[in-house]
C-alpha cells in the first residue's frame, strides 16, 4: 500500500460547488503539506501543518481551508470552486529528518472547474 | 525569500549519451537542495538530496547531482541516459523559516530517444 494517498484521484466540479481533497498517511509524519502544480511553474504552496492543532497559509491560500482532523489525514477545502482553481493538487508529509525534511508525496488529485 | 530557476523547459538526449538537467537556487543560510521527478499520473518521486558534505551527491536510478555554492548550482546528472528516464524534473529548495517548505522550480522535461 502507498505511505501517502490521495482522494478522488480525478474530480470535476462546476464554478460555485464546495470540493474537498482527502489526504492519508501511513508514514507516522507530524508535518503535512498540500502543493498545487500548474503548468510552467511548478509547485506552490498552499497550506501546512506541523500537527493536529498546527495550520498555516502558504503562498497562495486564498480561496482555500485545511483540516487536519488527525495526525495521518489533512483535507483540502474550495469552499467555493473557480475555473482557475483547475490543477493539480499534491499532499507531502515529511517526518523526523529534523535537517533535510525529504518530503513524500501522494499521487496528485486532478481537479477540473467548469 | 528562496527561489529555484530551472533555466530549460526541455532536454533532449539520445540514450546511452550523459545528460544534464540544470538548476540554480537562491536561499538565506545553508541551502538544503532536493531533486524529484515526477512520471506521467503519478506523483513526485524523490531523487536525491544536499545537505552538507560531498559536492557530489548520489541518488535513485543511476542519478547525481553536482553542488555548486560558488555558482549556487544544483545540477542533475547521469552519465548514460535510459528511454525510461523521460520524465518531468523538478529542482526544489528548502526553505530556512520555520516553514520549512519546499520551493520549487518550474520543472524540465527531460526526453530520451531511442
Known amino acids: 500500500d502507498a505511505d501517502v494517498t490521495q482522494t478522488p484521484r480525478n474530480r470535476i466540479t462546476k464554478t460555485g460547488k464546495r470540493i474537498m481533497l482527502e489526504c492519508s498517511q501511513t508514514k507516522g509524519h507530524d508535518r503535512m503539506y498540500w502543493y498545487r502544480q500548474d503548468p510552467g511553474l511548478g509547485l506552490r504552496l498552499i497550506y501546512y501543518s506541523f500537527d493536529v492543532k498546527d495550520i498555516n497559509k502558504g503562498e497562495i491560500s486564498d480561496g482555500y481551508s485545511v483540516s487536519r482532523q488527525a495526525q495521518a489525514k489533512f483535507s483540502l477545502s474550495l469552499e467555493s470552486a473557480i475555473p482557475n482553481q483547475t490543477a493539480l493538487y499534491f499532499c507531502?508529509?515529511?517526518?523526523?529528518?529534523?535537517?533535510?525534511?525529504?518530503?513524500?508525496f501522494g499521487p496528485g488529485t486532478r481537479l477540473t472547474v467548469l | 525569500a528562496q527561489s529555484v530557476a530551472q533555466p530549460e523547459d526541455q532536454v533532449n538526449v539520445a540514450e546511452g549519451n550523459p545528460l544534464t538537467v540544470k538548476c540554480t537556487y537562491s536561499v538565506s543560510g545553508n541551502p538544503y537542495l532536493f531533486w524529484y521527478v515526477q512520471y506521467p499520473n503519478r506523483g513526485l518521486q524523490f531523487l536525491l538530496k544536499?545537505?552538507?558534505?560531498?559536492?557530489l551527491v548520489k541518488g535513485s536510478y543511476g542519478f547525481e547531482a553536482e553542488f555548486n555554492k560558488s555558482q549556487t548550482s544544483f545540477h542533475l546528472k547521469k552519465p548514460s541516459a535510459l528511454v525510461s528516464d523521460s520524465a518531468l524534473y523538478f529542482c526544489a529548495v528548502r526553505d530556512n523559516t520555520g516553514r520549512r517548505a519546499l520551493t520549487f522550480g518550474s520543472g524540465t522535461r527531460l526526453q530520451v530517444q531511442p
Open positions: 544536499y545537505i552538507t558534505g560531498d559536492n
Open positions: 507531502a508529509t515529511s517526518g523526523p529528518e529534523a535537517l533535510t525534511d525529504t518530503q513524500y
